[in-house]
């Protein structure tokens, strides 16, 4: 990929999981589980659900993060499924989200 000099990117390496046979309808149920749990640190650790907040700022942020790395590892074992079961060019999609990110003024 070509360098983007003026673009800041975090670049995260996350494994492949053993033991496990994941398909894409499994992959997609347990991504929008662990989404909801994000959405549920967000919402009600931030005092949002009406109920009594347990946790500090910093405990809430560290718990969003947490939350935040299981969504980046379901979608990127679904990458891996997408790779290995449906021939999917997962690099080649990359430059595409690049170039739509480009197209739409949100990177140069």
Known sequence: MES?????YKVISLP???GL??????????????AGELAQAIGKF???????????EKQVVDKMAQE???VAQVAVSMM????????IDIEQKLK???????SKGYIK
């Open 4 to 8: 983007m000099a003026n673009c800041d």
């Open 16 to 18: 492949k999981l053993n």
């Open 21 to 34: 046979t994941p398909t894409l309808e499994s992959t997609a149920l347990k991504l929008m589980e662990e």
């Open 46 to 56: 931030r005092g949002q659900s009406g109920e009594a907040i347990q946790m500090d």
């Open 68 to 70: 935040l790395l299981d």
């Open 80 to 87: 891996f499924v997408l790779e290995e079961n449906y021939d």
């Open 96 to 102: 595409q989200h690049i170039e739509k990110l480009k």
